[in-house]
């Protein structure tokens, strides 16, 4: 077979560092490296799956040819991720398959992410090869202690049947993205992929590079960040990115904090405590370099005695702050030369007090203090948000994505809870069906853990339950349960819900919501959504249901009595568990109830109600008037519904949170945040404005937590008293961008926010349209073709997404918007400018996120205006009329070209942009590693040459018009 590649062979690679030994002691730093023979993968448009190295199937190898002239070779990169503890991996080179005559070399574990594909390089001294040779990469592990445990090692592949024995994950479809774009997924043309037994194996080919330190003449570096990158700096340990300024000294009335100061804390140290004790003294040390000392003490003397010296106490040992604090995680600090105060309710007030220190001394950005007493308490509790990457898969996989580096940064931008998603069918055992819960006992060992974990840095733990739908086979053991049939969400086939208004699933939730607390008594509480995509009863999907029970019961009373049986059971464990119950997507089973009445009035009067601020709200475009479909922030909110209910519940005295997304929103989900801050701090303000709101749900998972402005801001939004809104940004400017730069950066937000204000919101231009895809969408000159790569946030042909504002009204509404990004974008251009060194790159992200946001807003138009444009061309007849349109849309497909081409260089430099969490690939339309990426939007570029050099032009020679017109 003829293989199409999409290798890196000469393609020079920039900075690679090797600090590990990888078992040789021939290792040394990498500068700079030439790519001498390799293959690599998009992994958002070419299949990638993972081999398992285990101990049936220990080796896999790859042969590879180096066309380069005669040289030497200084390393190898391979992808591989442990899964559990497999012990070492073995690199090898050789002339045969498994043979180290070249080289060999060992990676530990502990060397290589456990999420993802990654390069992973190994550097030796340089060895010398023959060019034209064909050489082989081994990659194996010797004997494996734990059964469960063995290595995912990614290859590519175009066939099924050959690779069923060696994929751990079974078979997905091949990626037709690949169709859509006109070109041939990523292929090894110069070797082939073997088995442990020096087999070829069809159509698999192994990714790896072949490097060398020696510079090859006339080739340049390629720039930019790894794909999934960002994901190695969020796990990591914190307090790596943000350096003192040598420059800056204590002025009058402020002193330095130097390595003579000592943190004292009396004893017994809580867990939390102790967490945030090392995390302020690592934080001095690594970006202050301060080495704080610690003292731990019986109790606190006289404070007077104290020099030199920040004591942290509670209420407790210091009582003389008690009258300051009302909850857990309410803080005093009182800054005064000789010492420093950090009282809290509880260690998460110390934890909280602490973070505050850490924020003032960045805010200098030096250990310099002044004398301030301030008191901050929380206005809401919990404040949640989930990971940004393998949400969904917590329970699924062996090493939690949880990992310290990312606690750490969730605490610091003032979250104090996470969600984990789980079906309760796959969670829980039970006598009634046990057939359900086969894993349980590994899912809740995980659990505890993470919940352990966790609380150390005063987070808790909520499962988010869903109760999907169940296989027939299932209902053929127990036909009395079988309730509503459907197929929505489901994988493969049709299925059944599992009826909750039969004495057998009533009893089930009960004793479900009973086990789970007992088995994790340390959960902090659940959340449901009753009905719609989560927590499933027979009116899910609609007021007509199969179900012969439920149609005989109203669809609120299903819901409220589904609810009634999960939290009979969990209070009958703990009763002071959280259950959060939300009504997204009632209107599809209560669409007269729009404010979810009656249903509120059915439910338990213990459980808490969790709305969406501003989902359905009405938005007014210039007299259409149409609700807004899900999470937006070109909307502020609140939603008529949200308010009914807020009186509602207030009046009725029962607990309400909210759903407020905090970074990104439904107009955008795939950059890891908006940069809109006056804008989110206008959502915040609003959100205050209803004071009997205990807690706040602060994002779906669509990309989750990620360190940026918009947490920070999160932070200071939630404690009162609420800093002013303008000094915080100023503050977040100074220390991020540099002072010079904190006017340029305040008006470029200001433009955001208000060019966002004329985002056309509608749910099939969020996700409908080219604006997911962005840059990455093809441009298709065939209006009569469909793409094969068409669910949800994919790709898209026609004009659908304009139909319910006009192609002319969205054109018009995103040019507005256009208009004031580019004045922001401008500023920020300035300011890069006029950048400090240190500053620089931070800046430059800044900047890449902005104008990537640009570059789907003109993927629309252009797609938009090419559309029509092909419309026009295929039914006219006129020759002129052709040449002027065919003219046309060669100049919007080179407006297109451009476009792309700007956002190439800007993803390639951020491994954030196009990412958007998967979610088990249960996300509309987002595939496993994102939306797009720097590798699609490449494939893009060639689909729209392609466009503007062939098919255009074949166009016209086949009605008899000369290109020469065009």
Not at 558 to 584: E, F, H, Q, T
Not at 653 to 668: C, G, M, Q, T
């Amino acid at each position: 077979m003829k293989k199409i590649s999409f290798c890196m062979a000469g393609i020079f690679l920039l900075v690679i560092f090797s600090p590990f030994a990888m078992g040789t002691d021939l290792q040394k730093k990498v500068k700079l490296v030439s790519i001498l023979a390799g293959h690599d993968y998009d992994p958002i448009t070419d299949l990638a799956i993972p081999v398992s190295l285990n101990n049936s199937n220990t080796i896999i190898s790859q042969s590879f040819v180096i066309s380069h002239p005669s040289g030497s070779i200084s390393g190898v990169g391979v992808k591989a991720c442990p899964v559990g503890h497999p012990g070492r991996l073995t690199v090898k080179i050789g002339t045969r398959p498994g043979k180290g005559d070249v080289v060999k070399a060992v990676i530990d574990e502990s060397e290589l992410t456990p999420f993802f594909e990654t390069w992973h390089d190994v550097s030796f001294k340089p060895v010398k090869f023959r060019s034209g040779v064909t050489y082989y990469l081994s990659i194996s592990v010797k004997k494996i202690s734990d059964e469960f445990s063995y290595y995912k090692v990614w290859c590519t592949t175009t066939d099924k049947e050959t690779m069923d024995p060696y994929i751990e994950w079974g078979w997905q479809k091949l990626n037709t993205a690949n169709i859509d774009y006109g070109v041939e997924p990523a292929t090894y043309k110069d070797g082939n992929a073997f088995d442990s037994r020096g087999n070829p194996i069809a159509e698999l080919d192994v990714p790896f590079r072949i490097w060398t330190d020696e510079a090859v003449s006339g080739m340049l570096p390629e720039p930019g960040e790894e794909p999934l990158h960002f994901i190695k700096d969020i796990i990591s340990e914190p307090h790596q990115n943000f350096k003192r300024d040598p420059k800056m000294v204590a002025g009058a009335n402020e002193w330095l904090i130097d390595n003579d100061w000592t943190i004292v804390v009396p004893k017994p140290v809580d867990a939390v405590t102790r967490t945030a004790v090392s995390d302020f003294r690592r934080f001095m040390k690594v970006e202050m370099g301060v080495e704080v000392k610690l003292d731990e003490v019986g109790r606190l003397k006289d404070l007077n005695s104290y020099k030199r010296a920040i004591l942290l106490g509670t209420k407790e040992t210091l009582p003389q702050f008690s009258a300051k604090l009302d909850k857990s995680e309410s803080f005093v600090v009182d800054s005064s030369p000789e010492r420093v105060i950090v009282c809290g309710y509880d260690g998460r007030g110390i934890l909280r007090g602490l973070i505050y220190l850490e924020d003032k001394i960045k805010f200098k950005e030096a250990p310099i203090l002044s004398s301030f007493s301030i008191g901050k308490t929380p206005l809401y509790n919990p404040r949640i948000t989930c990971a940004s990457f393998y949400s969904k898969e917590e329970l699924d996989e062996p090493e939690s994505n949880y990992t310290d580096g990312l606690l750490s940064r969730i605490t610091h931008c003032g979250f104090n809870a996470i969600w984990l998603y789980i079906d309760i069918q796959n969670l829980v055992k039970s006598d009634l069906f046990p057939e359900l819960g086969a894993d349980s006992d590994l899912k809740f060992k995980r659990i505890n853990a993470l919940i352990e974990k966790a609380g150390k840095y005063g987070i808790d733990v909520y499962l988010y339950l869903i109760k999907e739908p169940l296989p027939a086979a299932f209902f053929d053991h127990h036909p009395e349960v079988r309730g509503h049939k459907t197929s929505v969400f489901l994988k493969k086939g049709e299925g059944n819900v599992l009826c909750t208004s039969t004495p057998e699933g009533e009893r089930f939730v009960t004793e479900a919501g009973k086990y789970i607390f007992e088995h994790a008594p340390l959960l902090r509480g659940a959340i449901i959504i009753a009905g719609g995509e989560g927590f499933r009863h027979c009116y899910s999907q609609g007021l007509k249901t199969t179900c012969s029970r439920c149609s005989q019961r109203q669809p609120c009373e299903v819901a409220a009595g589904m609810v009634k049986c999960l939290n009979n059971g969990i209070r009958s464990v703990k009763p002071d568990a959280d259950l959060a119950v939300w009504l997204y997507g009632a209107r599809g089973w209560a669409p007269e109830d729009t404010n979810d009445v009656k249903t509120i009035t059915l439910l338990p009067k213990d459980v808490i109600l969790l709305e969406t601020f501003e989902k359905e709200g009405i938005i007014d475009f210039d007299g259409i008037r149409i609700p807004a479909y899900d999470y937006t922030i070109s909307y502020l909110g609140p939603a008529e519904r949200f308010v009914a209910q807020e009186s509602l519940l207030k009046k009725l005295n029962r607990p309400f949170w909210v759903k407020a997304e905090h970074a990104i929103s439904l107009e955008w989900i795939q950059t890891p945040y908006l940069p809109v801050y006056p804008r989110w701090n206008q959502r915040y303000a609003k959100i205050r404005e209803y004071p009997s709101l205990r807690g706040i749900f602060a994002n779906w998972s669509h990309y989750g937590f990620m360190p940026s402005l918009c947490t920070e801001l999160f932070k200071w939004q939630t404690f009162s008293p609420v800093s002013d809104n303008n000094d915080v940004l100023s503050q977040l400017a100074k220390i991020n961008f540099g002072e010079n730069n904190v006017k340029r950066c305040l008006e470029a937000w200001q433009h955001f926010s208000e060019g966002i204000q004329y985002y056309p919101f509608t749910s099939s231009i969020c996700i409908g349209s080219p604006m997911p895809k962005g840059p990455a969408h093809p441009l298709f000159f065939d209006p009569k073709y469909r793409p094969a790569h068409s669910f949800g946030r994919q790709f898209h042909s026609g004009l659908g997404y304009t139909n319910r504002l006009g192609a002319a009204y969205v054109v018009k509404r995103l040019g507005m918007m256009e208009s004031e990004w580019n004045k922001g974008i401008d500023c920020l251009k300035e300011a890069v400018a006029n950048a400090a060194p240190e500053k620089k790159k931070n800046l430059e992200k800044e900047l890449g996120v902005a104008t990537i946001l640009r570059c789907c807003m003109r993927t629309v138009m252009n797609f938009t205006e090419f559309s029509q444009l092909t419309s026009v061309l295929h039914k006219s007849k006129d020759k002129d009329e052709i040449i002027r349109t065919a003219r046309a849309m060669k100049q919007t497909a080179q407006r297109e070209l451009e476009n792309s081409t700007t956002a190439l260089g800007v993803v390639r430099n951020d491994s954030r942009l196009g990412f958007s969490n998967s979610g088990k690939g249960e996300s509309s339309g987002v595939r496993r590693a994102g939306i797009y990426t720097a590798k699609s939007i490449e494939k893009k570029i060639i689909q729209v040459k392609r466009v503007i050099e062939k098919e255009i032009p074949e166009y016209l020679i086949g009605k008899g018009i000369s290109v020469k017109d065009l």
